[in-house]
């Protein structure tokens, strides 16, 4: 069955930067993007950018285009997300999802808990 | 960046009784998503396409709409409903989420 796997939590510093992995099995890699989203505490969720990981198109949401950088690493059939200059905002659990064949995001990893504090 | 305007935002309602949650956007066609998120969970997929319920769901949950106007509906609530539940545009970029509606026990 398909799963998404996330690292641990992670607390971090303001300007610091932080790469959260996930981890996916039961499906060929090659053939979905993943996406990445977050949920900062007790609000709704946001999108943050996909990979594609068939062609390496990548696509990030304007607000953190300048900050954060997806990859992958297709032999270990694992996806990054790397944030930088992270402030008290950017406090939040993140999420990879994979879309499904015709639906959107239809595969969820556990999310990873950022907490930023000084 | 398209803006999701779900209502309400609490819904309480009683074992067995129906919900019906709003999703109110500009136009996006059927690109609408709804999605489940239970305490300390990940967001589970109920339904795509506007309509199309997603592997596993059960019948109880539907939606329906098109172009701004898009509704989920939980028929004969059980215990295991009462989540918060967000709608979600995959029209355009960014890939937006209403605010949720919280659907708690009456």
């Known amino acids: 069955q398909v799963q998404l796997v996330q690292s641990e939590a992670e607390m971090k510093k303001p300007g610091a930067s932080v790469k959260i992995s996930c981890k996916t099995s039961?499906?060929?890699?090659?053939?979905?993007?993943i996406h990445w989203l977050r949920q900062a505490p007790g609000h709704s969720l946001e999108w943050i950018g996909f990979?594609?990981?068939?062609?390496?198109?990548?696509k990030y949401s304007e607000k953190l285009q300048d900050r954060v950088t997806l990859t992958i690493d297709t032999s270990a059939t694992t996806a990054y997300m790397e944030l930088s200059s992270l402030t008290s905002k950017d406090t939040a659990i993140y999420y990879c999802?994979?879309?499904?064949?015709?639906?959107?995001?239809?595969?969820w990893g556990q999310g990873t808990l950022v907490t930023i504090s000084s | 960046e398209i803006v999701l305007t779900q209502s309400p935002a609490t819904l309480s309602v009683s074992p067995g009784e129906t919900a019906t949650l709003s999703c109110r956007t500009s136009?996006?066609?059927?690109?609408l998503a709804w999605y489940q998120q239970k305490p300390g969970q990940s967001p589970r997929l109920l339904i795509y396409?506007?309509?199309t319920r997603a592997t596993g769901v059960p019948v109880r949950f539907s939606g329906s709409g098109s172009g701004t106007e898009f509704t989920l509906t939980i028929t004969g609530l059980q215990s295991e409903d009462f989540a918060i539940y967000y709608c979600?545009?995959?029209?355009?970029?960014?890939?937006?989420f209403g605010q949720g509606t919280k659907v708690e026990i009456k």
């Open positions: 999802a994979r879309p499904g064949t015709y639906s959107p995001l239809d595969y």
């Open positions: 039961g499906y060929t890699f090659t053939s979905y993007s």
């Open positions: 990979f594609n990981a068939a062609n390496g198109y990548t």
């Open positions: 136009q996006i066609y059927r690109s």
């Open positions: 396409s506007a309509s």
């Open positions: 979600q545009q995959y029209n355009n970029w960014p890939w937006t």
